[in-house]
């Protein structure tokens, strides 16, 4: 049977339960009006009332529950953090959760210490134990939503640690890139200038007889094509690199362009003995560089032609809607060699890199280049490939050009 003194602590406990029942109400826009004046919590002005006191009614409750006897530790720690993640979801900074609970464990303890002041009869050992039970509800809230804060925090902070090593695994893998691609390229070099040398002494001792002359003197010609071919992209790579490639924007019937360029091919693709076909409107008229997307399509439709050894070369060009138009080139050569068998590859302003294509050796730098234009002209690239089966390249280009 409870004893005269446990029936007042009880009564007394009740009281203090009910008494802060009725000024919830209060303690909320107190709390949100101390932070709204507040300088540094400048995230408060972006939340509602409800999203302001999120768990904090629960918790308060929950704290009623405890003084009366019943274990809520737990759940409150649940909600804390909960809190916490609320907070971080709009946008607080970590001070800012900090300085708000703060606010809001002062005020409770002023809420107690007007009740004791209402109710001066109430047993100051038992007053002692409930601003104990405060402190460490206040401690609970606190560190519950701070720490789940502070862990969101290191869980970002170790995302973007892996992102900044992964851009710079990219980084480094594009300088392995580069510098194999320079360094076929230079092997090219001497060995095209080393045939144009060795032709050129063949010619100096003098050849009797027409035919080698003749040979002689279409491997300098080849030979001094192909050199004066890899310096031209070099150089081309180079101001790409540097920025200094500039840009010509004006309205251009891209039909027509690359009915011509493809007409201009024909006797290339005949000398190899493939079909070169073209598929598109006459005439689409658009805002580009001229320029720059007529070298796009020559880097392409010559690797193509190059490297196919039988079969077709397709040039397609259509209007996508009414802000994009595309032009593709595709071929049935031997593909780009790649691990997997299989490569998609897109390069621009809005790419996403869904897979990494190597290109055919001595083709590289012109790859390089179509890239480095597409980027220029704010086309997106779209590589697909299979060995074997052949190579698609689609480009996306907008029609009226955005300053």
């Not at 107190?30 to 004046?37: D, E, I, L, P, R």
């Not at 006191?53 to 804390?80: I, K, W, Y």
């Not at 234009?373 to 704010?378: G, I, P, S």
């Amino acid at each position: 049977m409870m004893t005269s003194s446990s029936t007042v602590e009880s009564n007394s406990l009740i009281r203090l339960a009910t008494y802060l029942a009725t000024r919830r109400e209060a303690l909320f826009i107190n709390w949100q009006m101390a932070c709204k004046v507040e300088p540094a919590l400048k995230g408060v002005a972006r939340l509602s009332r409800q999203e302001f006191t999120s768990n904090v009614p629960l918790m308060l409750t929950m704290l009623e529950q405890r003084l009366l006897g019943q274990d809520q530790e737990v759940q409150v720690s649940l909600l804390a953090a909960d809190h916490g993640l609320h907070r971080w979801q709009k946008g607080y900074t970590l001070a800012e959760l900090s300085m708000e609970m703060q606010y809001l464990g002062r005020l409770l303890l002023e809420e107690l210490r007007v009740f004791w002041q209402l109710y001066p009869s109430t047993d100051s050992r038992l007053m002692t134990s409930v601003y104990e039970h405060f402190a460490a509800f206040n401690n609970q809230i606190s560190t519950g939503s701070v720490g789940q804060y502070a862990e969101l925090h290191r869980i970002a902070a170790s995302s973007r640690v892996e992102a900044l090593e992964k851009a710079l695994a990219e980084l480094n893998e594009a300088s392995l890139q580069r510098n194999e691609l320079l360094r076929h390229s230079s092997h090219d070099l001497r060995g095209g200038f080393g045939a144009i040398e060795g032709a050129a002494s063949l010619l100096e001792m003098g050849i009797e007889s027409e035919q080698e002359r003749k040979q002689m003197l279409e491997m300098l010609l080849r030979n001094l094509t192909n050199c004066r071919l890899l310096v031209t992209q070099l150089m081309d790579l180079a101001r790409l690199e540097a920025g200094q490639e500039s840009l010509n924007i004006q309205p251009v019937d891209a039909g027509l362009l690359l009915t011509n360029l493809v007409v201009g091919y024909q006797p290339l693709a005949n000398k190899n003995g493939l079909l070169l076909k073209a598929d598109g409107p006459a005439s689409l008229v658009v805002e580009c560089d001229p320029v720059h997307l007529q070298r796009i399509i020559q880097n392409l439709v010559l690797n193509a032609l190059k490297y196919t050894p039988t079969g077709w070369v397709a040039v397609f060009w259509t209007r996508e809607n009414e802000d994009y138009w595309l032009v593709s080139i595709q071929d049935s050569g031997p593909g780009l060699p790649t691990k997997a068998g299989w490569c998609a590859q897109t390069v621009g302003p809005t790419a996403h890199v869904s897979g990494l294509c190597s290109p055919h050796k001595g083709e590289g730098l012109g790859l390089s280049i179509v890239k480095g234009l597409c980027e220029l002209l704010r086309a997106n690239l779209e590589i697909e490939s299979k060995p074997g089966e052949g190579t698609l390249f689609r480009i996306r280009l907008a029609i009226r050009w955005q300053p």
